[in-house]
């Protein structure tokens, strides 16, 4: 820095102490969520070390800090995705009908818990669960129900399915076929990502080894046939939930990335090939500069793990393409309006920072499941974003901010550190079942709990600006329990009038080949065209895999 700049820092210094003389700081000192210090103000001199080509390029070059896309939203806004399902396939149809009426340009189907684990609603596993949490899928027959007159040859699906994926997928497929889409048309994504499911969610059926043969069988089938799917999510957004930081965040699920990667190379796969149908899945959290910078420092440091680390040489394979979900567990029961203000902040957050695709989440979902008129306020929380505020018309608007580039560049730095650590324990399986990363999780959302509960972070409305009010006038949609027992009759009458001894037969055939190392996916596809259900091909499986107990981190 030049002599000009000196003086003019020190007289700057030298106006802040006066300034805390006779109004001292409100705390000292300012820490980002993931605990690296806030400066009072940022310079060149914070990023002298920066090149511009080396570090950030222009948008669609490599390392792709600045986007993925040469003109990125210039040519068309991001996919308006809003995550939905619940109850019975009808209900969930007639929601889909009425989102795409409203503008949303994808679907994102949320399953409920016994799809997600493997159960039929008719199993004991699933009283009481069904519909619950999103809609309850037990046959092919619920899935044409869940899709009809819905043209999948020209909606993008997003399905939020993970231990389950392989059969939820082959589903999609069938009903394409009936529909006359051939599956090298289909487009969407499945989320497929197992492994955060031992870190954060739980939704796991199988030990660690089975679950990355079924990806990795997956991985093989879409590059086959499926050339527009995405056949991984890999996310980042269930970790950060569950109370990680967002430097944790970029780690671990960049750390999973790593795995996945090499189990599909050890399958023989080419990651020229898959890399470039690899999407990735963050959440936005209400810091709104730490959140642009998180997104930028993933791009570029997952591009460089593709180039250096994995020998990738197409460009379309480095490149990290991602969907965005604001962050559920910031939403409040408190004052529920003020959600409508968080998710309008994190969501910006996404778009700057360059998401492919957004989810935003209703106002009322501390509460329950979204009605129809909260969803639709989300849904036009983008769109008012998209067409009014003029933040998509030039690409990475804060590129070259002190601030910004100077977090991006400690969380490339930080999330480095931690997938160094990983690959020195043998890898992100091994730190899972080790708990090393639960437990950095765990402290992390622990940390976080204490400083609300002291009133050093606030969080309007809780430990805050409180106010009298009553909850029980703020309408809530609630699943009527008379669509568990119709869902069970439907599944009845199915089993009943499909041809059982075929089932049995297909069952016995996906039982017989995983035990071999042959690809299940054509198999799993057969049955489920034969009206099998998700819990008679995840038992199947059961019988052959075994079930995953989880282990205890205190």
């Known amino acids: 820095m030049d002599e000009r700049y000196q003086k003019a820092k020190a007289k700057y210094e030298e106006a802040v102490a006066k300034s805390i003389a006779k109004v001292p700081e409100r705390k000292s000192p300012f820490t980002s969520t993931s605990g690296y210090e806030i400066k009072r103000v940022y310079t060149p001199e914070d990023i002298q070390d920066l090149d511009y080509v080396e570090d950030l390029g222009f948008p669609g070059e490599y390392p792709y800090t600045r986007g993925v896309q040469p003109t990125m939203y210039r040519a068309r806004f991001w996919t308006m995705r809003q995550y939905a399902g619940f109850g019975t ?67 993008s699906t997003s399905m939020t399915i993970n231990s389950t994926a392989m059969i939820l997928l082959a589903m999609y497929i069938a009903v394409a076929e009936k529909q006359g889409v051939s599956q090298d048309k289909l487009s969407g994504t499945i989320q497929n990502d197992i492994l955060k499911e031992y870190i954060a969610r739980g939704t796991y059926i199988y030990p660690p080894e089975p679950s990355m043969r079924l990806i990795t069988d997956i991985f093989e089938y879409c590059s086959k046939y499926m050339p527009k799917w995405n056949p991984i999510s890999i996310s980042g957004y269930h970790i950060r939930e569950a109370g990680s930081t967002a430097v944790q965040e970029v780690a671990f699920t960049l750390a999973d990335g790593i795995a996945y990667v090499e189990a599909a190379m050890k399958k023989g796969l080419d990651p020229n090939v898959f890399g470039k149908r690899l999407s990735f899945f963050f959440a936005a959290h209400n810091n709104f500069l730490e959140e642009i910078a998180k997104f930028r420092a993933a791009r570029r440091l997952w591009a460089k793990i593709m180039k250096n680390r994995f020998g990738v040489t197409d460009p379309e394979a480095m490149k990290l393409r991602f969907h965005t979900q604001t962050g559920g567990s910031t939403l409040t ?41 909260s969803a639709r306020i989300a849904l036009r929380t983008q769109q008012i974003i998209a067409y009014e505020s003029g933040v998509a018309d030039t690409i990475d608007p804060f590129g070259g901010s002190y601030v910004v580039e100077a977090m991006t560049n400690e969380i490339e730095k930080r999330a480095m550190e931690y997938i160094e650590k990983i690959d020195q324990m043998g890898g992100m399986i091994k730190a899972i079942e080790s708990g090393y990363v639960q437990k950095e999780i765990h402290e992390s959302a622990y940390k976080h709990q204490l400083a609300v509960e002291k009133g050093e972070e606030i969080i309007v409305g809780v430990n805050k600006f409180q106010i009298e009010e009553d909850l029980k006038q703020t309408q809530i949609l609630k699943v009527d329990p008379e669509l568990e027992k119709k869902q069970k009759e439907r599944l009845k009458k199915l089993k009943e009038r499909r041809d059982n001894e075929k089932v049995k037969k297909l069952l016995n055939k996906i039982k017989e080949v995983a035990t071999t190392d042959e690809n299940l996916f054509p198999y799993v596809l057969e049955a489920v065209k034969a009206y099998a ?9 059961r019988e052959v895999f075994g079930e995953y107990t989880e282990t205890v981190i205190i």
């Open 89 to 155: 396939a009808e209900e969930s149809n007639k929601r889909y009908k009425y989102l795409l009426q409203q503008g949303q340009t994808g679907l994102s189907v949320a399953f409920d818990l016994p799809t997600q684990i493997g159960y039929d609603s008719d199993d004991p596993m699933a009283e009481g669960e069904v519909g619950r949490v999103g809609v309850a899928i037990d046959s092919l027959e619920d899935m044409e129900i869940l899709f009809d007159g819905i043209p999948l040859d020209q909606v």
């Open 333 to 373: 029961a408190q004052q529920p309006l003020n959600n409508i203000i968080r998710v309008t902040i994190q969501a910006l957050a996404a778009v700057l920072g360059g998401t492919q695709s957004l989810h935003t989440n209703s106002y009322d979902e501390a509460l329950g499941l979204p009605t129809e008129e």
């Open 533 to 541: 259900t998700v819990g008679e091909i995840s038992n199947a499986l």
